[in-house]
T-cell receptor, first 110, second 115 residues
């Protein structure tokens, strides 16, 4: 079946630190992979996506590469800001629905 | 372009009551999906509607139901509310379905509290 596993949070970083949030998946077929971000009191916003192996999704300084050989889609950012504090969800699509990871809370301190 | 609109934003209901939540998708989007988000269970898929037909369903009891109208607006209904139904209910729309790019656009959710 399809599933997504994310690293446990919370992750606490200082401003301008390097961010990695690990995401691995199990899937049948060739799903698309997504990262969504959720700010307090809000719904989920699409951060980036990749639709096939070796694709790199990027947005607002965040990047993730679809690695079929390691079944991974790790989220990275070179220099985080306080405004990046939020919950990040990795997801894969299949059978007309998404399979979400449990979410990783990121706290960025000034 | 207007986003996905969910109403109401907040709702407080008593155990045993029923509730109806509404979702207006982005214009032109034919697929609407519903998710329940709780701290313990995370995001769980409820169901997906496409062109007024339920196309996919998650593992929720029959108390949870939904429908979609000809203008793609969707409602979900929960009958005989239980304390455990307290959650953020998220609606997501997409042109053809979540698995097809560009994927989902989510609304801000309806926060349901059952007392």
């Amino acid at each position: 079946g399809n599933s997504v596993t994310q690293m446990e949070g919370p992750v606490t970083l200082s401003e301008e630190a390097f961010l990695t949030i690990n995401c691995t998946y199990t899937a049948t077929g060739y799903p698309s992979l997504f990262w969504y971000v959720q700010y307090p009191g809000e719904g989920l916003q699409l951060l980036l996506k990749a639709t096939k192996a070796d694709d790199k999704g990027s947005n607002k300084g965040f990047e993730a590469t679809y690695r079929k050989e390691t079944t991974s889609f790790h989220l990275e950012k070179g220099s985080v800001q306080v405004s990046d504090s939020a919950v990040y969800f990795c997801a894969l699509s299949g059978f007309n629905k998404f399979y979400f990871g449990s979410g990783t809370k990121l706290n960025v301190k000034p | 372009k207007a986003g996905v609109t969910q109403t109401p934003r907040y709702l407080i209901k008593t155990r045993g009551q029923q509730v109806t939540l509404s979702c207006s998708p982005i214009s032109g989007h034919r697929s609407v999906s519903w998710y329940q988000q709780t701290p313990g269970q995370g995001l769980q898929f409820l169901f997906e509607y496409f062109s007024e037909t339920q196309r996919n369903k998650g593992n929720f009891p029959g108390r949870f139901s939904g429908r979609q109208f000809s203008n793609s607006r969707s409602e979900m209904n929960v009958s005989t509310l239980e304390l455990g139904d307290s959650a953020l209910y998220l609606c997501a729309s997409s042109p053809e379905g979540g698995s097809v790019p560009p994927g989902y656009t989510f609304g801000s959710g309806t926060r349901l509290t059952v007392v």
